[in-house]
């Protein structure tokens, strides 16, 4: 258990769906990191809330949005779906300044 | 921006064979090096990281040594196991106050035979 939780596991959804998908970082950690994975772009960071505010932004799609909580929880909202959109989606969070990323066990996302 | 790059796998080796990956970075001023496993199936672990140049990361038997001079950041072990077979990524995170995203590399698949 690398300390961040993911939820759910596996998710099956239809086109044009909506879902959301959860992350609690490590306890202790302000930042937390959306990337999704796809086996033709790779890694590919969506973006980054620390306490609650939105730090960077990457390769987000206008259809996807994400929010940081009081408690630091992080949900990844991801709207008209598309079969293109189906991908592994990790959550990481870190503790500034001690140069450590450590990822949860991800949401596999597959869009039918 | 900052960008990682690393060998285009994959890779295929017998066991107790050598292992050399090679990831060279693009990034201003002095980022942070990360090498990150995913076996099978998993989610992305830690293996080892090198905050500044000549810092030399390890971690079950795999090393790699922060080059600054040749931006490069080569991921090795001297006897590879079936165990090890495994998606590897490099990684950096840019210079500042620690909280700076990951820029990945594309990973390089790596098996091991016995």
């Known amino acids: 258990d690398s300390g961040v939780t993911q939820t759910p596991k596996h998710l099956i959804t239809a086109t044009g769906q909506r879902v959301t998908l959860r992350c609690s970082p490590r306890?202790?950690?302000?930042?937390v990191y959306w990337y999704q994975q796809s086996l033709d772009q790779g890694l590919q960071f969506l973006i980054q809330?620390?306490?609650?505010?939105?730090?960077a932004k990457g390769n987000i799609l206008e259809r996807f949005s994400a929010q940081q909580f009081p408690d630091l929880h992080s949900e990844l909202n991801l709207s008209s779906l598309e079969l293109g959109d189906s991908a592994l989606y990790f959550c990481?969070?870190?503790?500034?300044?001690?140069?450590?990323?450590?990822f949860g066990s991800g949401t596999r996302l597959t869009v039918v | 921006g900052n960008s990682v790059t690393q060998m285009e796998g994959p890779v295929t080796l017998s066991e107790e064979a050598f292992l050399t990956i090679n990831c060279t970075y693009t990034?201003?001023?002095?980022?942070?090096l990360f090498w990150y496993v995913q076996y099978p199936g998993e989610g992305l672990q830690l293996l080892l990281k090198?905050?500044?140049?000549?810092d030399k990361g390890s971690n079950k038997g795999f090393e790699a040594t922060y080059r600054k001079e040749t931006t490069s950041f080569h991921l090795e072990k001297g006897s590879v196991q079936v165990s090890d077979s495994a998606v590897y990524f490099c990684?950096?995170?840019?210079?500042?106050?620690?909280?700076?995203?990951?820029?990945f590399g594309k990973g390089t698949k790596l098996t091991v035979n016995p």
């Open positions: 990481a969070s870190n503790t500034e300044g001690i140069y450590g990323y450590t």
């Open positions: 306890s202790g950690d302000l930042s």
């Open positions: 809330y620390y306490n609650g505010e939105e730090r």
């Open positions: 990034a201003t001023g002095y980022p942070s």
């Open positions: 090198a905050t500044k140049a000549d």
């Open positions: 990684a950096l995170s840019g210079s500042g106050s620690g909280s700076e995203k990951l820029v």
